[in-house]
């Protein structure tokens, strides 16, 4: 017999394939196991927002194979739903299924719903547990407890340097620091946030089209440019797909404005000081806007400001087995005075790739909600 906690580890799998897909909802997976524990009834994750959740894709999948699961357990990395919104209650459908138990990872985050669905199913005589893979559960979907928790994303800071910590020469030259196969990392990267977002030097230097192009997407994350002035080109590659497209801005400009709303982008004014973008408010609303992970691949001013402000969570950093002495470094954050004043940073991990590397680290105290 499989021991149990593997079945929360098997539902997790499951879940893990929902990344890139049920934005903005959560990346969920289940998997219905008969009373014994010997056969898996049924399993499936997460669809596209407005589709199925998990609960209801596990149902199905047994349902398809012609199997009861009556008194069977549900292993389900999210607190299943007990609400109504673009699809039914699953805690109903699960209540309706006659499921005998019911194991979730972990509580749904939103203050809104918590603890109501786990409620609802004792309440229908189902018994309830928590925790296996709690910690992983989150992790996975640590921009959706972000939003839920913080109402605001999980930031990432993507950045391509050299060994010796340069993101452009000093006459601005930049492409390319880093491998294909770095590169081609970094789109997969891109690809599980709901928003890809840069600064108006690197459109003006770059023009980059900042979309997934070296992985199989379900669909493009959004495009969200910090341009104080609007001086994005409409002729700007960004705005060429068609992908939705926001301008945060300071000043308005109503002639730039019309321009780049004919070319389909969003423009939103959000002045802060210095008649620059108020970045904090722009994560609200990005919040507000349903992105959990925020992915950004901006130059070292824009990196630098969000930086000094508080607001990076997480770095994703390639590093190139080059030196290239002087030029423009990851982030403006100085002048420090003091190593104190340093924005300390735990690794998480560190991985090869092609013949880069790939550094993940996290700004401390950020740990997962
Ligand atoms: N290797 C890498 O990983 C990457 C390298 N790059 C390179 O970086 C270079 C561009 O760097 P950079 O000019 O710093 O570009 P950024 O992308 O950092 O854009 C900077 C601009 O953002 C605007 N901005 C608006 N609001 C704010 C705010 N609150 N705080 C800070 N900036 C704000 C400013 O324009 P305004 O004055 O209008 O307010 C500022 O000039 C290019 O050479 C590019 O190739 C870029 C991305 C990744
Ligand atoms: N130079 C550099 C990167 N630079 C980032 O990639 C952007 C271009 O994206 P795209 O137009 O979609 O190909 C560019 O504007 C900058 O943000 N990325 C890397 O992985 N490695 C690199 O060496």
Redesign the pocket.
């Known amino acids: 017999m499989q021991p149990e906690p593997l079945y929360m580890q098997q539902a997790l799998d499951l879940a893990a394939r929902a990344v890139g897909l049920s934005e903005p909802n959560p990346r969920v997976g289940c998997v219905i196991v008969s009373a014994d524990g010997r056969q898996v009834l049924g399993a499936g994750h997460t669809q596209r927002a407005g589709e199925a959740h998990a609960e209801v894709m596990a149902l199905r999948d047994a349902a398809a194979r012609g199997l009861s699961v009556e008194g069977a357990t549900a292993w389900v990395t999210l607190e299943p739903c007990s609400h109504h919104g673009r699809t039914g209650p699953c805690c109903d459908a699960l209540i309706a299924a006659r499921i005998g138990k019911v194991v979730a990872a972990v509580a749904d985050p939103n203050p809104q719903v918590a603890g109501q669905g786990l409620a609802r199913l004792r309440a229908a005589g189902i018994e309830v547990a928590t925790g296996p893979l709690a910690r992983e559960s989150r992790e996975l979907n640590i921009g959706f407890f972000s939003r839920m928790v913080r109402g605001t994303p999980w930031l990432r800071m993507?950045?391509?340097?050299s060994l010796d910590g340069k993101?452009?020469l000093e006459n601005?030259?930049?492409?390319w620091?880093t491998s294909e196969a770095a590169r081609a990392d970094g789109h997969a990267w891109r690809a599980r946030a709901g928003a890809v977002l840069?600064?108006?030097?690197?459109?003006l230097?770059?023009d980059?089209r900042l979309d997934v192009r070296h992985e199989d997407t379900p669909r493009q994350p959004f495009v969200v440019i910090?341009?104080?002035?609007l001086?994005t080109p409409p002729s700007a590659r960004i705005l060429m797909d068609g992908r939705p497209t926001l301008v945060y801005a300071?000043t308005p400009d109503g002639a730039r404005q019309a321009a780049l709303e004919r070319r389909g982008a969003t423009v939103i004014q959000l002045p802060?000081p210095g008649?620059?973008?108020?970045?904090a408010a722009m994560l609200r609303d990005l919040g507000q806007r349903g992105v959990n992970e925020l992915h950004v691949?901006?130059?070292?001013?824009?990196?630098?400001?969000?930086l000094r402000e508080g607001l990076v969570d997480e770095l994703l950093v390639y590093l190139a087995p080059k030196l290239v002495g002087l030029g423009?470094g990851m982030a403006?954050v100085g002048p420090l005075t003091e190593l104190a004043q340093a924005t300390a940073l735990d690794f998480l991990s560190c991985e090869r790739v092609g013949p880069d590397l790939r550094l993940l680290a996290r700004v401390r105290g950020r740990d997962p909600f």
């Open positions: 993507k950045v391509a340097a993101t452009a601005g030259v930049s492409q620091i840069t600064g108006i030097g690197t459109v230097e770059d980059p910090v341009d104080s002035r001086e300071a802060g008649g620059k973008v108020d970045l691949e901006a130059g070292h001013k824009l990196n630098g400001s969000l423009q403006n």
